[in-house]
């Protein structure tokens, strides 16, 4: 590849000199009639480069788009000669709102200093739609939409779930997305979708900007993205609810307004710039999704295994060993992995029978998850470090997982293969205890427990004549058992009291969970994992809240948090303040493009709102 492009450039070097030049042609292409309501395109091209382009103005017309500017260019090889072509087009998408005849002037461009213009052209407004142009006429590009009609067909937002009867511990996927035909801002959550008897994991990348796609509804062709995307296992039966999720945003809405005209083309085109003309205005929308209702049913009793852990998915189950040969004292490996498609975090240490002359440690667990479109999945592996003390043949016997598949809808088991060890005498460890004479394999494996330690001090001597029963020492260790007990007692009965208030120990802990969230996010600050970094900020607020005045989660909302604030006498500016550093830290989640909210300075805000809010309570 880099030779063909070396050999490429050195031929442009050779015949450079004999570059044909070709005329400048800048046209416009525009329909000549259009119906009223409809959207158009008008492209402008020219086959050189340019200097400079002066739109012309589209009074009579409503500019949706533009400029859209795109650039292509071929080299051709002719008789030894070369010649370059190049086009770039600039394009706008106008709407048609008034019936008539409207003249679109000509558009100015410079190139090398000479000034070039294109033809002005007539387009006439009709009724109905009975325009004969060729235009496209798909719903999303037949549709005018203005600040009059904007509404739920053209910007709303929508859970989707898998399905919705599943079996306990089942895996659900969840997906909200937005679906809109108009440019969209400035997203906000204002209440986050709460799930109680669901466990949910994440599936959304780090990714600095949502994926945008279309899909067709309805026959309207949208632009969607994917706002939140989950994976939801019920932890207890019956009927549960999915709560709704609400969503704040910043419509951008093509404007009528009648367009500045002082006959200089440059001037008005420059002036009539989006930017200084408000060709769109902004408008907020409120969105919310439908709530949803799962079906959760028990897992059969039928055929379940006695040593069933509750795992519900696909799973399956291997095993390897390190070696089949050693010596006493020596250390042998096992390992054992349980992989597939569920929630891995319920399954505990296998159940295991090692032979009795081994000595088992606890085992090193490592767990691995793969989130992605299609849920969670992965592999958990129990890692065991075995060391034989007798010499002899042993058998690791196989073991068995067993599982619930949703598919099939029955109770499976896999099993791993067993392991013939051959274990020889070896060098006696440090630690070892030593025995004489001719006692069996029986006889000395239990040796390590049942020989306690010789006493290294002797017992501390005291005078005859002294008497501690009767003295004040005596009854002092004689009643401080039964004080000991009383105050326990006391203790104890006042902790269940102050425990059993859930809405107090909350409070009291509300401080202290928020600083261990904000500790995390710095944490994040400092690696520059931004969208961590305002997961937790996001949480660390919002728990406070929470906690601080014993708020449901479902019922958390930016405006009870105001009320919640303003009936504990908490100052304006201050309830002001911590809104705002909540709408920072939720846009900056779900829109991570934007780069204006600066990570340091939203970490003090937090910091510093909640130290302020603590002490005004107090």
């Given amino acids: 590849m880099n030779r063909l492009l070396h050999i490429l450039s050195l031929l442009l070097v050779l015949f450079s000199s004999h570059l044909i ?4 042609s800048f046209t416009m292409k525009a329909p000549d009639r259009v119906s009223q309501g409809q ?5 402008f091209v020219v086959n050189a480069e340019i200097d400079e382009f002066r739109a012309p103005t589209f009074d009579g017309f409503q500019l949706l788009s533009g400029p859209n500017q795109a650039q292509s260019s071929s080299i051709s090889f002719v008789n030894g000669k070369v010649s370059q072509n190049i086009n770039i087009s600039y394009s706008y998408i106008l709407a048609a709102p008034t019936v008539g005849s409207f003249t679109i002037g000509a558009a100015k461009c410079k190139i090398d200093g000479k000034d070039y213009t294109t033809k002005a052209q007539s387009i006439e407004v009709v009724a109905g739609s009975s325009a004969g142009t060729n235009t496209s006429s798909t719903a999303t590009a ?26 306990q511990g089942e895996q659900i996927l969840l997906t909200n997305k937005i679906f809109t035909l108009v440019p969209v801002s400035n997203l906000s959550v204002d209440k986050l979708s709460a799930y109680p008897g669901f466990w949910s994991v994440n599936l959304m990348d780090n990714s600095e900007q949502l994926k945008q796609y279309n899909q067709t509804v309805n026959g309207k062709e949208y632009i969607v993205a994917d706002l939140k995307r989950e994976a939801l296992f019920a932890q207890k039966t019956g009927r549960l609810e999915i709560a709704p999720m609400e969503l704040s945003c910043v419509a951008k809405i093509p404007n009528s307004k009648k367009k500045t005209n002082s006959n200089d083309p440059f001037f008005d085109s420059f002036f009539n710039d989006p930017f200084f003309n408000n060709a769109y205005q902004s408008i907020e929308k409120k969105l919310v999704t439908k709530k949803i209702n799962i079906d959760v049913v028990p897992l059969p009793s039928q055929g379940k295994p006695l040593d069933f852990s509750g795992a519900v998915g696909e799973y399956s189950i291997s095993s390897s060993i390190d070696r089949l040969s050693l010596k006493t004292n020596e250390a042998v490996v096992v390992k054992y992995s349980v992989s597939g498609d569920g929630n891995l975090e319920l399954i505990s240490n296998l159940q295991l029978k090692f032979p009795a002359d081994f000595e088992v440690y606890d085992p090193k667990v490592t767990t691995n998850t793969n989130n992605t479109n299609n849920g969670v999945s992965g592999y958990k592996i129990f890692e065991y470090t075995l060391i034989p003390r007798s010499a002899g043949n042993y058998t690791i016997p196989s073991v068995n997982f067993n599982y619930f598949n949703p598919k099939t809808q029955k109770y499976e088991t896999k099993s791993t293969d067993s392991y013939e060890l051959q274990i020889e005498k070896g060098a006696a460890s440090a630690n070892s205890n030593i025995s ?6 029986e006889d000395i494996r239990y040796l390590g427990q049942d020989i306690r330690y010789i006493v290294k001090y002797p017992y501390k001597l005291q005078l005859a004549n002294s008497r501690f029963f009767g003295s004040f020492g005596f009854y002092f260790f004689l009643f401080l058992p039964l004080l000991l007990l009383v105050l326990i007692v006391v203790v104890w009965r006042k902790e269940i009291k102050k425990r059993s208030n859930q809405g107090l120990m909350k409070n009291k802990l509300a401080t202290k969970l928020a600083k261990r969230r904000l500790k995390k996010a710095s944490e994040f600050l400092k690696t520059g994992n931004d969208q961590e970094f305002y997961v937790e900020m996001s949480q660390a607020l919002w728990g406070y809240i929470a906690d601080k005045f014993n708020i449901p989660l479902s019922s958390l909302s930016v405006d009870t948090v105001q009320d919640y604030l303003s009936d504990k006498n908490v100052n304006v500016e201050l309830i002001q303040e911590f809104t ?5 830290c939720e846009y900056a989640r779900f829109a991570p493009g934007n780069k204006n909210v600066v990570m340091d300075k939203v970490y003090r805000e937090g910091l510093l709102i ?3 809010i603590e002490n005004q309570l107090k």
């Fill in 142 to 167: 037949s549709e005018s939409v203005t600040l009059e009609n904007v509404g739920d067909d053209q910007l709303f937002i929508e859970a989707f779930v898998n399905k919705k009867k599943v079996f």
């Fill in 610 to 612: 909640i130290s302020k």
């Fill in 436 to 441: 004489f004479g001719n006692e069996n394999k």
């Fill in 580 to 584: 705002q550093t909540l709408n920072d």
């Fill in 21 to 24: 030049a070709q005329d400048v």
């Fill in 39 to 43: 959207r158009f395109n008008i492209v």
